[in-house]
């Protein structure tokens, strides 16, 4: 005879496979992060050492359980170059870790990962350029490769474009209105110009260059440059020059 016990198995049971699989669901949709960075000597304005900064202090703590974080660098061979970092951090499982074990160990994860990022991106000396364009290019066909994930991409450079489409650092490259509608076609005329559609783009480390060369009037003609760029992208830009924190939360 069934004792009186076994409704009460049942159906805490039944709550613990719910609870499982309601703990699985919520972590389906996850977020598949791109950070752009320049390399050592690379972009006007010897940034370099604050955007290592920005990477250690803005990106990695909102980096949580699930995301996929790439660190790409932003080069003379911004297109061709190979991912210096790409992890994915420990998710919940339904009978898994605690949730306070798996954060510490993704934490340790990720202060891991910073001195061998910084040392790649170091080593990785250029002659000087940043083909941010490029770069964008190379993210985006990462991003094709994850159709379900939230993508949000991080430009973390001084935001200076020096390549044979874009050279800001030239104070003879005119950013006005006419001319940057001019070089967006250009650049979709090369076939260079990325599809970004559903990205939450955020710069960051923006420069005024070295030296503070570049006035007022120049630094809002290169925001307006790619808020353009990212829009003919089909891009959402989130956020310019404002902390990095603020396109993770």
């Given at each position: ?35 752009l960075a320049n ?76 001195p061998a990022v ?6 990785d000396r250029s ?123």
């Amino acid at each position: 005879m069934p004792s009186r016990r076994e409704p009460t198995r049942f159906a805490l049971g039944v709550l613990a496979v719910a609870c499982a699989t309601l703990l699985a669901g919520c972590w389906t949709h996850t977020r598949y992060i791109q950070v752009l960075a320049n390399v050592r000597d690379t972009a006007p304005g010897a940034a370099w050492p604050r955007e290592m900064r920005i990477l250690k202090t803005e990106i990695l703590p909102h980096v949580g359980a699930g995301d996929t974080l790439v660190v790409a660098p932003i080069g003379d061979h911004a297109y061709t170059d190979a991912p210096v970092a790409d992890v994915t951090l420990e998710r919940p499982s339904a009978f898994g870790a605690n949730p306070l074990q798996l954060t510490l160990r993704n934490r340790a994860m990720l202060r891991g990962l910073f001195p061998a990022v910084e040392r790649r991106l170091e080593a990785d000396r250029s002659s000087g350029h940043t083909e941010i364009v490029a770069a964008t290019m190379a993210a985006a066909d990462r991003f094709n490769g994850e159709p379900d994930a939230a993508k949000i991409l991080i430009i973390d450079s001084t935001a200076y474009e020096q390549s044979s489409l874009v050279n800001m650092a030239d104070v003879r490259q005119q950013l006005d209105p006419r001319s940057i509608a001019l070089l967006i076609a250009t650049i979709r005329r090369a076939n260079q110009l990325p599809g970004l559609s559903g990205v939450r783009v955020c710069v960051v480390g923006i420069s005024a260059g070295e030296g503070g060369w570049a006035v007022e009037r120049r630094v809002l003609a290169i925001r307006a440059f790619w808020a353009a760029f990212f829009r003919a992208a089909g891009a959402q830009l989130a956020s310019y020059g404002t902390p990095a924190t603020g396109c993770l939360g």
